[in-house]
């Protein structure tokens, strides 16, 4: 025991008096356990992005979005649709557990519950492990989550004709739209038969196809009007013969007028 300005200082044989320095052990000491930061991990992450990157940028040229015409507020036949990474939960909306009465189930409820079990999931299953066997809570949830998503997301583009509505909403170059004389009689006749699915200027929407640029009779456009034709249900126009007649000769007239 020693004394030393009021303090007294007690040995105890039982604690060492060897300091070390708190300094991580080196890394030969993990074999195949764990590598260096820089360059080993780095150099591995930058291969992995640049690969996914450069397939990224062949998809894109291989197959370009499409692009659709300016928004129309007025145009009410138009049917959105959100970007492709959003269609499951599009899809999901159509069922009847997640819409009309239940619809706050699919906005708020299900996703929420998704998210959130994905938040929770490595608190849920912390064990020691990183094997997939080792962390059977996470690895489950992880792969119903994607099971569900891929399979929501096909469902919604499945049932969707992509190439039809890229057709029917691409933009129209400011020389190529054809002007609309709404003086013609067979205007107004379009307008309350035609327009909300075909667009004010014969341009197609959401729901109808353009009508410019089609290769058809006066006779065939008349039996369309009538019987329809694809997606277009027949008797969608309920008008006298005088009217159709004024209908048809307004379509070919836009049409002869864009070929000029």
Not at 225 to 233: D, F, N
Request: net charge negative.
């Amino acid at each position: 025991m020693h004394k030393g300005k009021g303090m007294k200082f007690v040995g105890d044989s039982r604690i060492t008096t060897d300091r070390k320095p708190n300094v991580p052990k080196d890394y030969s000491e993990y074999p195949g356990r764990t590598e260096a930061f820089w360059p080993n991990f780095l150099l591995k992450e930058w291969l992995v992005g640049a690969v996914f990157l450069v397939g990224f940028l062949c998809l894109t040229l291989a197959h370009p979005s499409p692009l659709e015409g300016m928004a129309d507020p007025t145009n009410a036949s138009y049917i959105p649709l959100p970007d492709w990474y959003f269609l499951f939960l599009y899809e999901l909306l159509k069922y009847e557990f997640a819409s009309q009465n239940y619809i706050l189930m699919g906005i708020l409820v299900l996703p929420g519950i998704a998210f959130g079990a994905l938040l929770l999931a490595p608190f849920l299953d912390n064990g020691p492990g990183r094997r997939p066997h080792q962390r059977p809570i996470s690895v489950g949830m992880m792969l119903l989550a994607l099971a569900s998503v891929i399979w929501l997301t096909y469902e919604s583009a499945a049932n969707v004709d992509w190439e039809s509505r890229a057709e029917a909403n691409k933009p129209i170059p400011p020389g190529e739209q054809a002007e609309i004389d709404t003086e013609h009689a067979g205007y107004a006749v379009y307008e309350n038969s035609c327009l909300s699915c075909h667009g004010d200027n014969l341009q197609g929407g959401g729901a109808g196809p353009s009508l410019i640029g089609i290769d058809k009779s006066a006779e065939e456009i008349a039996t369309i009007a009538k019987e329809g034709i694809g997606s277009m249900p027949p008797d969608q126009f309920a008008g006298t013969d005088e009217e159709l007649e004024q209908l048809v000769d307004f379509i070919v007239s836009v049409n002869e007028q864009s070929e000029e």
